[in-house]
């Protein structure tokens, strides 16, 4: 029902799926070889800017470091890339939660380089409807065919927005994010909890609009202000630690990308063109999700870290409480 293509594929989109496809392929066999190659997994979202920005702008290349990025179809495949050895880490925008089950399965797994923190001021999440449609708020949609993006932390927390807005056992359709505007377009679902850029896609096509954004912060961590680490750009400890200065001279890279795009919002968005579904001559309207690297951490943020992540052991999603601090990459 829902084979279809995303709508506003650019031919670098084209370009670079396919170099990755392919990289991937090479890979699935073996892990990784023992060379300087770095790995980096992503979903094509806006808060995954950094290394975006960070691949075009050749922050990694000035470091003298090989650095690709390997797009996947959900954080749940870039987690469990991680756990086969294929990929070095992930990229801002893989789910946290995504990673905190692979650190479970793997333990040991990886060190969180930076998260990206989002809320009604910092939009990533949103639920979105059909431009014409009558809903009004989110309550309104009991009895209606929702879908979220792929993988357990999106349907998870789809299902909490959705109950906390007095829908009794909601259900969801996992949906890829790239598909979210054309079903909702087409009528095969009637809203869905979606991440930046799907909001002003549709938005500037006049296929859908935004019912609610900061959905995460309100109804799950109870404080529309408080910051979501909804996603976050990681390493593998088997990187960290079998080549610590390679690794060290990524994560500096990779902080100056989130210090340049913190420092130039308007040109930083520019590189969303190609890795997600938005066309350059649109990003501009995009809002941004805000950065955290690992030594900027407040103990504050720890604490709505934790919390989202107790909502998954609270939940039985995750069989152990995971300590967000002893996640987190010391230097």
Known sequence: M????????????????????????????????????????????????????????????DAGLQVEGAKFASAQQVAEAM?????????????????????????????????????????LD??????????????DLAGKKIASGPGIQNVTLAKIIL???????????ELPIGQHVPALAAGQ??????????????????????????????YVLGDHDAPWFGGSASLTTSLLKDKPELAKRYIAAYAKAVDWVRKNPDA????????TAIEEALVKEVPLAGFTLYNEFKASDI?????????????????????????????
């Open 2 to 61: 829902f084979a279809m293509k995303p709508l506003f594929p650019s031919r670098r989109t084209v370009l670079k799926a396919g170099a990755a496809s392919a990289a991937l392929i090479g890979l699935q066999r073996k892990a990784l070889a023992a060379d300087d190659k770095i790995l980096i997994g992503y979903w094509p979202i806006a808060s995954g800017l950094p290394l975006y920005a960070g691949l075009e702008r050749g922050f990694f290349k």
């Open 83 to 123: 756990i086969a050895g294929r990929i070095h880490g992930s990229a801002n925008g893989t789910a946290s939660a995504a990673l905190a089950l692979a650190e479970i399965t793997s333990p040991n797994l990886f060190k969180i380089i930076c998260s990206n923190p989002s809320n009604r001021t910092l939009i």
């Open 126 to 139: 949103e639920f979105v409807v059909p431009k014409d449609s009558a809903v009004k708020s989110i309550a």
């Open 163 to 173: 109950e906390k807005n007095g829908i009794a056992n909601p259900q969801v359709i």
């Open 189 to 218: 679902i009637d809203a869905a909890y979606t991440l930046e850029p799907t909001g002003t896609t549709g938005r500037l096509k006049g296929l859908t609009r935004v019912l609610e954004p900061g959905v995460i912060s309100k």
């Open 268 to 275: 930083a968005r520019k590189h969303m063109d190609g890795f």
């Open 303 to 331: 604490e709505y870290f934790q919390k989202f992540f107790d909502v998954f052991t609270d939940r039985k999603i995750f069989n152990k409480r995971l300590d967000v601090k002893s996640l987190i990459y010391t230097g």
